[in-house]
């Protein structure tokens, strides 16, 4: 079973970046593909983006399509989210997940069986 701590998280400036990170532990992190969901104040958790177990492909909302990178490092047991011009709309909690056979996404989310415990992102005018 892999645990999942995410850190990074905070207040930033509308318009600014921030590099959410995960760390697995407890499992070869290899077996799992990784993804970041979010969850606003008075609404559900969604999809936020996704990678593969190697890394080669990823997948994005399209709320965050374009300004937003996924990338993980499997020697370091480790996946990021970087998020660049952010908006009042990305205030929420941030949460990794990992699936072992398939590669998270809004549509799989119900079956994920690991999450961490969340990171706050915070945006501000």
């Known amino acids: 079973q892999v645990q999942l701590v995410e850190s990074g998280g905070g207040s930033v400036q509308a318009g600014g970046s921030l590099t959410l990170a995960c760390v697995a532990s407890g499992h070869t992190f290899t077996s799992y593909a990784m993804g970041w969901f979010r969850q606003a104040p008075g609404k559900e958790r969604e999809f936020v983006s996704g990678?593969?177990?190697?890394?080669?492909?990823?997948y994005y909302a399209r709320s965050v399509k374009g300004r937003s990178t996924i990338s993980r490092d499997n020697a370091k047991n480790t996946v990021w989210l970087e998020m660049n011009s952010l908006n009042v709309e990305d205030t929420a909690v941030y949460y990794c997940?990992?699936?072992?056979?398939?590669?998270?996404?809004?549509?799989?989310?119900?079956?994920?069986?690991?999450w961490g415990q969340g990171t706050q992102v915070t945006v501000s005018t």
């Open positions: 997940a990992a699936d072992t056979t398939t590669v998270p996404s809004e549509a799989y989310q119900r079956f994920i069986k690991y």
């Open positions: 990678i593969t177990w190697s890394g080669r492909d990823t």
